[in-house]
């Protein structure tokens, strides 16, 4: 089946650093969408992109959806220990489209030291 | 507040038997979800509800089922089947069954453990 790679599978970084994870398919997607899931909880939607090359922000996230529309990437500024979490991409091939279709990356394990 | 409940917060079973997972949201959403989530793993559709009295497979639907007999509800139930029912199950629900515009809402998931 379709297949999202996500990378890193995991980040240790610094509280202040600035964090880049990315999302890629072999295919062309045309919804791509953004979840933090913290321990113990359910995903929760940070950004959603529906067009190629659009930037959206979310606070101190930035989502990009890629020109190729193979890509996705998520910037997050200044981290803070609340940002700790599993961070998902999730695409659709088609403009919106049936959610029971979106298909979800492995996840980015992000862990702040303050 | 309107949200999504999942209960029990943690289920141990013993193999062979089954087991249903319940999940209730009050956000008038029509469509309802069942991803299963294993350590490292994305998520993955089990099944999902577009309308009450209407459900399709996901990817991994063998050795599960569920109904939907109201709107608020979408239970689902591990059967015996299942060859590796150990994982976490995520309940989600959404305004519409289309994806613009209308995200998925999450429950806080119900870990089930089979021994």
């Known amino acids: 089946g379709q297949q999202l790679n996500q990378s890193p599978q995991s980040m240790f970084i610094q509280e202040g650093e600035d964090v880049s994870m990315n999302c890629t398919s072999s295919?062309?997607?045309?919804?791509w969408l953004w979840y933090k899931q913290e321990p113990g909880e359910g995903p929760v939607l940070l950004i959603a992109l529906y067009k190629a090359g659009e930037l959206t922000s979310n606070g101190r996230l930035t989502a990009q959806f890629g020109i190729t529309r193979k890509d996705s990437f998520l910037n997050i500024s200044a981290s803070i220990p609340s940002d700790v979490g599993i961070y998902f991409c999730?695409?659709?091939?088609?403009?919106?489209?049936?959610?029971?279709?979106?298909?979800f990356g492995k996840g980015t394990k992000l862990s702040v030291k303050p | 507040d309107g949200g999504i409940t999942q209960s029990p917060k943690y289920l141990f079973r013993k193999e062979g038997q089954n087991v249903t997972l319940s999940c209730e949201q009050n956000?008038?959403?029509?469509?309802m979800y069942w991803y299963r989530q294993d350590p490292g793993q994305g998520l993955r559709l089990i099944y999902y509800?577009?309308?009450?009295?209407?459900?399709q497979k996901g990817d991994i639907a063998e050795g599960y089922s569920v109904s939907r007999e109201k709107k608020e509800s979408f239970p689902l139930t591990v059967t015996s089947a299942q060859k590796n029912p150990t994982a976490f199950y995520l309940c989600?629900?959404?305004?519409?069954?289309?994806?613009?515009?209308?995200?998925?809402?999450f429950g806080n998931g119900t870990r089930l453990t089979v021994t």
């Open positions: 999730a695409g659709h091939r088609s403009y919106g489209g049936s959610q029971g279709n979106l298909i």
């Open positions: 989600a629900s959404s305004f519409g069954a289309e994806l613009y515009n209308s995200p998925l809402h």
């Open positions: 956000l008038n959403h029509d469509a």
């Open positions: 295919s062309i997607f045309n919804t």
């Open positions: 509800s577009q309308i009450v009295n209407d459900f």
